[in-house]
């Protein structure tokens, strides 16, 4: 929101305020100050007024013009060459005269152009860093038949406007009421201790006026929770043309673009009050009559943009009794805009859903300054003082008179609220003393006024307060006590020592979770990657069943591109895969640890997910080092890491290779492995050919996904503490046992490091038991294998002797003995 200070000043007075006050004042009261802009132009030397005498035709260049200029009694008539279209005899134009430095240091000297000598240089509004002027030509400042004209001679800030300066101001979403200049001033005043004054409206309803039922017969709401308040007001005999100087300056500041008076007056309005109108030109409404419809499906307008916009029945039009001829609270349409021939006018304010407004625009794909303003809430008690702002300025400025009483549908919407604060309730919650007159003052600076003071024997005064209309925001006492705070100042909260209890635990699993996948996966030469959660409908649709994706549909989407939840992370790595290739960038191993949501018999499983991709590398023959190519057994074994980091094991459960329908991977080269019903699931495999072909993908592409419910996510790893190096040396010992073939080697490992531990007295450990061989073949009975293991002893303090080791050793060989019968120590 873009706010002029020349602007502000008609409100509250801010002479003698630096802009450095008033940025960090905007700042303390919430407000972000994106930039601070100053327009007009910068002080000139020797650049003055001049009248154009004669204009020839430059002997030597078709598209030059040799002039005669008188620039006053000190200058004389001087010689000058312009190459501009407008330099007419008469025109009172800007004369740089020699000696003068222009913006971007450019400086004029007297000169030869084409063989012809010139004194000087007519300048345009852009040479002179003007905002706003024609810059096709030279700036006029006054043409020969203007009255009162300015001297000659004259310096050029004399007698251009003054300059103005624009705050650049972010508005959080919480405060329509500050997307206006007297929302601002409102805010400004309540700082500064200022008066805020309101802007004068004249015009005032007046009764008996005649009616003109030709131009507007009656008004009609069809679906009063989408307008709840409406207002048309004919006004008649008007002149459109440009709007005054003053007005199209500080539209400019503000960021809008003059257009003729009507539409900036209706700008203006908008600017100045945050209540966006909208003026019909009367004779264009067929039927004599205005109505507020939801759209015919399919209905067709073309708004001011001069776009086909294509509607449907869940967006609002303003019609007559033929054609839509507004996109409510969005833009109007070409065929019933103010033009040259526009003599009459309806003066519409109304207001209109934020939500509509809001969704009506994603739609459409547009958004205007009245929108914007709607979707985040208009005042609707404002809408009647706004309205006559407006007429008070189209009579004032345009002529014309006001044709009877103003057209209304609904009716006033009630506003009533109050809230109960205390002095001593304040003071709590800011955790400091504010004295009760400063509370009452800053509250009544905002015209927050306190209407009722009760007293309480424990808490002192407890007073109640009335809200604004402007400030739906406040519904607590706790917004009252931030408004006292914004008012009061931030800065003069005393700085004091914070006090909060130390907690010591783990992060949560989830977070746990997915941190040891990206160290773990990044350790593998992964990149890791983040996708949107929203994906399109063709997306989903490729990657699960149909009542799955029906399931997992939003039923209000933003976009057509993100309307479902995604089933799976594989079809976001498969993008950047895509687009990583285009760029010729070799990112062939992806991931992402994100959520997903699985669809089983109608309900919807937010899990925690997993999800990789190993594409070909096209440049494999190229490198030093040629690897293996990646399989199905390569995804598996990932799959299988994910798993265990999650606390699950997959080394044992069934891998199902599914029929039918495979929905993104490639028939019969993909697995599946358990069910979202036991908590948890995983696919692997060779992507689909045929949808990487689709995709534009090269080579296969081969992936794995394991998704888990949230509460089934367990933390595996302890807390790491701190070990001394050991200063000693280990003592070794070899072991082969002779098991079951079937048997995991793991299982093995586990037993006999338990059966080890038991075994040993308390002054040595075992450190580590590690397997070095698997062996099967001759000289081992059928269906064994033998499995070998090395065992570390040691003790912190001393090196161990072999007699205490090989007494350790001997117990563990007794222990397996007694306890593991199956098993065969190897000779």
Known sequence: MKISLNWLNDYIDLSGISNDDISKAITFLGFEVESVHNTGAPKFNNVVTGRILTRDRHPNADKLSVCTVDVGPAGGVKTIVCGAPNCD????????????????????????????????MMCSSKELAIEGGDHAGLMILAAPADANPPALGVAINDVLPPGDTVFDIEITPNRPDCLSHIGIARELSAWFKNPLKYPETKYAPAAGAPARPDLLEAIRVDSAEMCPLYTATVITGIKTGPSPEWMQRRLIAAGMRPISNIVDISNYVMLEYGQPTHAFDAKKIAGRQIIIRPAAEGEKITTLDEKERALNSRMLVIADAEKPLVIAGIMGGENSGIDDTTADIVLEAAIFSRTLIRWTSRQIGLSSDSSYRFERGVDPHTLDEAARRAISLILEL??????????KAGGDIPWQREIQISPAYVNERAGFEIPAADQRAALEALELRITREDKSASDGPVWTVSIPTWRDDLDRPIDLVEEVLRVYGTEKIPPSPVLAPALIGNDDPIVLFNRAVSAQLAGQGFNECVNYTLRSKAEVDAWAPPAAAAGLA????????????RATLVPGLLETLKLNQSRGVAATRLFEAGRVFIERNGQNFECVSAAFIIAENADANRAWLKRSPADFYTAKCLVETLASIGGIDLSRQPVEMPSGATFGWQEGQFAVIGDIARGWIARLGLVDLALLRGLGIEGKVYAGALSILSERVKNTSDRRRYQPVAMTPAALRDIALVVDEKLPAADVQKTLAKLARAALPNTFALETVDIFDVYQGKGLPEAKK??????????????????????????????????QPDWQIRK
């Not at 345009?398 to 057209?407: D, P």
């Not at 939003?554 to 939840?565: A, C, M």
């Open 554 to 565: 939003l039923s209000n989407p933003f976009t057509e591109d993100q309307s479902h939840l």
């Open 89 to 120: 005899a008469g025109n009172l134009v800007p004369v740089a005269l020699p000696g003068a430095i222009l913006p971007g240091n450019f400086e004029i000297k007297q000169s030869k152009i084409r063989g012809q000598s010139s004194d000087g």
């Open 398 to 407: 345009c002529g014309g008179q006001v044709a009877g009483t103003t057209h």
């Open 786 to 819: 033998s499995l070998a293991f090395s065992l570390a002893y040691r003790a912190p303090d001393r090196t161990l002797t072999d007699d205490e080791v090989n007494t350790a050793f001997t117990k563990l060989q007794e222990a397996i003995a007694k306890n």
